[in-house]
């Protein structure tokens, strides 16, 4: 049941893009993403709640395709903070009541 | 606010040995939930509660209890400590459970079994 994120790890220069993706067996009816610091809890970035909808914070900028089950992350132009581990989340049904999970987490370093 | 609390935030504990991770919330949330993060493997949801009295099983649920008698507490208790708990647990809470609500989190507990 656990979304499953791709890539596992990447690594980057200052100033160079990158894409995270974040892929579901189930039905997805919001996404959202959040961001973990090295030894912090993870901090919410953004929510996706229509199919093709875009929401942009800053220089980072997520898509949502409910068909594919699908959801993509773009970091245009990073910075060193943008350092940490990634996560999108969503929530599924279980016999009528919501939960909250999340998926399995991409790493970004980002060197100067 | 102090948003989202956790203690402790360290724990060693021997095999068998029992304990309870304490979470709590001023936010007046009514979702609670109980996350462990192990390299490799993203947040895994242990136990969740949609408000006080209601607790149901997430992913990972094997020997861990949960209770929720009020709507700013939610105490995770380990029975009899395996080494395969070894983990960082992280509490969060939302205000509903429904998909437009932000989790927030509490800044974890590490747990150490030997």
């Known amino acids: 049941q656990q979304p499953v994120q791709s890539p596992q790890a990447v690594i980057l220069r200052e100033g160079e893009d990158a894409v995270i993706n974040c892929s579901s067996s189930?039905?997805?009816?919001?996404v959202h993403w959040y961001r973990q610091k090295h030894g912090e809890a993870p901090v919410f970035l953004m929510i996706?709640?229509?199919?093709?909808e875009q929401k942009g914070h800053e220089k980072i900028s997520a898509s949502f395709n409910e068909k594919k089950q699908q959801s993509s992350l773009y970091l245009t132009a990073s910075q060193l903070s943008y350092s940490g581990t990634y996560f999108c989340?969503?929530?599924?049904?279980?016999?009528?009541?919501?939960?909250?999970?999340f998926g399995t987490g991409t790493r970004l370093k980002v060197l100067a | 606010n102090a948003g989202v609390t956790q203690t402790p935030k360290f724990q060693v504990l021997k095999t068998g040995q029992s304990m309870t991770l304490q979470c709590a919330q001023d936010?007046?949330?009514?979702?609670m939930s109980w996350y462990r993060q192990d390299p490799g493997m993203g947040l895994r949801l242990i136990h969740y509660?949609?408000?006080?009295?209601?607790?149901d099983q997430g992913e990972v649920p094997n020997g861990y209890n949960v209770s929720r008698s009020t709507t700013e507490d939610f105490p995770l208790r380990l029975l009899s400590a395996a080494p395969s708990q070894t983990s960082v647990y992280f509490c969060?809470?939302?205000?509903?459970?429904?998909?437009?609500?932000?989790?927030?989190f509490g800044p974890g507990t590490r747990l150490l079994v030997l």
């Open positions: 996706l709640l229509k199919g093709g």
């Open positions: 969060a809470s939302s205000y509903d459970s429904s998909p437009a609500e932000t989790q927030y």
């Open positions: 989340g969503t929530e599924i049904t279980t016999s009528g009541t919501y939960k909250y999970i």
């Open positions: 936010m007046n949330h009514e979702y």
């Open positions: 509660s949609v408000g006080a009295g209601i607790t």
């Open positions: 189930k039905a997805l009816y919001s």
